[in-house]
């Protein structure tokens, strides 16, 4: 594929110790090791406390490695960059901004025109079927619904690489399957990449090129399983339970 390692994501010998309360050392990440090409759909997938959101801020220059390094495009990630955009599981929209101001709230803070940066805004919350919604306000609208708004917001930067951050460990199940299979579409017409945290196994393997299974803290990456099913994904077919016992087997083998 062409120009592929152009934005492609190196995490070199990462580790991150944290102190405690108690002034212990915690080492959340051990040793993390990955690649990850232009355009991938990979999830990070590993039990609760492993340090998956430590591995996503330090992608997203929001946390500093102790030790290694995360790279975009060969660079050094040092900070924030336009490159790269998170979204968090909590409805992170601002409850007094209207749909189309919390969209195109990144834009505003860079001083694009009010024109511009609404029309941007209109674009990408097209793109997740909220266009009627511009005018009102986060607590008018369902979880689903906000947490479209946050990829469209996410969307409006023009990153290369969507990180996120369970995303949609708040919704109900029916809801959070409508939001997988919305995100894949919006992944196919973008193009982006997308590193999707999450601890659930269906999730991974539904939406995954590659599913990273990470090991209990502290954390190294116990096996990347490539999902070679075709999409759209039969959560009843044979390979698809097939794919997601075998990553089971690997998270159950790690905590024993
Ligand atoms: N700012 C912090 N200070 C101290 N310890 C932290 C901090 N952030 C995370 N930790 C610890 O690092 C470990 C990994 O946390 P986290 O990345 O949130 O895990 P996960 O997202 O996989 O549940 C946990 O033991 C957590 O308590
Ligand atoms: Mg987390």
Known sequence: MEGNDKMSLSIKHVSKVFVNEKGEEVTALGDINLEVEEGEFICILGPSGCGKTTLLRIIAGLDDPSSGRAEIGGREITGPAPELAMIFQEYSLYPWRTIIDNTAFGLEVRGISKEERYAKAREYLDLVGLKEFEGSYPYELSGG????????????????????????????????????????????????????????????VYLSDRVVVLSPRPSEVREIVTVEQERPRERTSLEFAQVRRYVLSLIHNGNE
């Open 145 to 204: 619904m906000r947490q479209r708004v946050a990829v469209a917001r996410a969307l409006c930067s023009e990153p290369q690489v969507l990180l996120m951050d369970e995303p949609f460990g708040a919704l109900d199940a029916q809801t959070r399957n409508t939001m997988q299979k919305e995100l894949l579409e919006i992944w196919k017409k973008t193009k982006k990449t997308v590193i999707f945290v999450t601890h659930s196994v269906d999730e991974a």
